[in-house]
């Protein structure tokens, strides 16, 4: 029920290209990097025209990411509208859809940065995107993503920042976001009900549907987690 197509060439183009195809949902994958070696959070911009439900779906992603890997979450509340002084609005502006670019590590962190070149944190923070997108699509459809940096016509060999310890943006955010179309082309009917999931790693322990007015509660010092 969803279909991912990767957009290429200038940003303007892709965002054209995208509109064109009257895609769903846009997301430009990029990660975060600073001179200072020890920022950290996670981030979603939007550009400065964004629609509500950009804002949310950002702020969802921006705090999923946050809880998941438990960093802070940066911006405002996880957003930043408009990038950094304008830089990211560009990316998004000319999008006729709900559109997100991610900035979910800092591959200038080098904790962060070990850490996003494993399989498994791509195959976690991929999942994160792809459960965004069946929150805010329930009803699945054409997703377009775009790799940041990668693919430019105007700066073909544009990779974006280096990640500390070798590689570079670009690439590891392909990386996630191939994992993303692996799932979500494989995924299928989004739940009606309110599913809830014990996980281990990757592994989901246990799964089960609990009613859409129940409060869930945990408490680490008994180890007892109670739906009421
Ligand atoms: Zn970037």
Redesign the pocket.
């Known amino acids: 029920m969803y279909q991912v197509k990767f957009y290429k060439g200038d940003y303007y183009a892709r965002q054209a290209a995208a509109n064109e195809d009257q895609c769903k949902l846009y997301i430009e994958q990029?990660?975060?990097?600073s001179a200072s070696q020890s920022a950290n959070y996670s981030v979603v911009v939007t550009g400065y025209n964004a629609s509500q439900t950009s804002k949310n779906w950002g702020r969802w992603y921006a705090r999923a990411v946050s809880q998941e890997f438990d960093i802070p979450v940066g911006g405002e509340s996880g957003l930043l509208v408009g990038g950094y002084n304008g830089r990211g609005d560009y990316n998004l502006r000319f999008t006729n859809m709900p559109a997100i670019l991610l900035?979910p590590f800092f591959v200038s962190n080098p904790q962060t940065a070990e850490l996003i070149k494993t399989e498994a944190a791509q195959y976690r923070l991929a999942s994160i995107l792809t459960e965004s997108i069946q929150r805010f699509l329930p009803d699945g459809g054409l997703v377009g993503f775009s790799v940041?940096?990668k693919y430019k016509t105007s700066s073909p060999n544009d990779r974006?920042?280096a990640v500390f310890g070798g590689g570079t943006?670009?690439d590891i955010?392909e990386a996630v976001l191939l994992k993303a179309q692996q799932q979500l082309e494989t995924v299928g009917a989004v739940p009606q009900e309110r599913e809830i999931k014990v996980m281990q790693g990757n592994e989901v322990l246990w799964k089960g549907n609990i009613d859409f007015d129940a409060d869930v509660r945990w408490d680490g010092q008994r180890g007892v987690l109670t739906v009421s």
Do not use: K
């Open positions: 990029h990660f975060n990097s900035e940041g940096h974006g920042a943006e670009a955010a």
